[in-house]
Antibody, heavy 119, light 106 residues
Framework: EVQLLESGGGLVQPGGPLRLSCAAS????????MSWVRQAPGKGLEWVSG???????YYADSMKGRFTISRDNSKNTVYLQMKSLGAEDTALYFC?????????????WGQGTLVTVSS | DIQMTQSPSTLSASVGDRVTITCRAS??????LAWYQQKPGKAPELLIY???NLESGVPSRFSGTGSGTEFALSISGLQPDDFATYYC????????FGQGTKVEMK
């Protein structure tokens, strides 16, 4: 059974950093692309970043330079390092597994970790 | 970035109705499109991928059509469990979601 468990969310001061983690199980982690998708309170889904099986990374334009996605295949974990956080980054951050090694549809989702940016 | 525009934003319907949600891409995405259902407080669930392929376990009343820039999700015989918000997602270039369509009870 595929499971994705996000962690690392919480309250962070404006301008501060935060690192999210997503521990995966139930599939051959290194073979699949993984993405982060966020949802601000009461708003729609926004794709944040993805990392393919080969390690290449991709970002939504508004996240470039502030967010860094990475993966540790030995730990079956994908990370999202965020910096210079602002109120607009307050959201529920989901980890999602792609169907294949490239970024495409998301078969499985975690339950999300909440990031609140506030002083 | 490829922009995805869904319509309508809200749809009022009754149990048993056939409903259709449309999604337009700002440029051709071939058939690289998925549809998701999301209920309050829950993660999205994949319904359709590659424009018209039904994800395993999804009821056959859900169907997807389209290619290029115009796509549609149809639900034939709306069930009480189908009242939710639906999103399209392109994955031709990275990924982008539509703004969502809320299907509410009339």
């Amino acid at each position: 059974e595929v499971q994705l468990l996000e962690s690392g969310g919480g309250l962070v001061q404006p301008g501060g950093p935060l690192r999210l983690s997503c521990a995966a199980s139930g599939f051959t982690f290194s073979s699949y692309a993984m993405s982060w998708v966020r949802q601000a309170p009461g708003k729609g889904l926004e794709w944040v970043s993805g990392i393919v099986g080969g390690g290449r990374t991709y970002y939504a334009d508004s996240m470039k330079g502030r967010f860094t996605i990475s993966r540790d295949n030995s730990k079956n974990t994908v990370y999202l390092q965020m910096k210079s956080l602002g109120a607009e980054d307050t959201a529920l951050y989901f980890c999602a597994k792609g169907r294949g090694s490239n970024i495409r549809d998301f078969e499985y989702w975690g339950q999300g970790t909440l990031v609140t940016v506030s002083s | 970035d490829i922009q995805m525009t869904q319509s309508p934003s809200t749809l009022s319907a009754s149990v048993g109705d056939r409903v259709t949600i449309t999604c337009r891409a700002s440029q051709s995405i071939s058939r690289w499109l998925a549809w998701y259902q999301q209920k309050p407080g829950k993660a999205p669930e994949l319904l359709i991928y590659d424009a018209s392929n039904l994800e395993s376990g999804v009821p056959s009343r859900f169907s997807g059509t389209g290619s290029g820039t115009e796509f549609a999700l149809s639900i034939s015989g709306l069930q009480p469990d189908d009242f939710a918000t639906y999103y399209c997602q392109q994955y031709e270039t990275f990924s982008t979601f539509g703004q969502g369509t809320k299907v509410e009870m009339k």
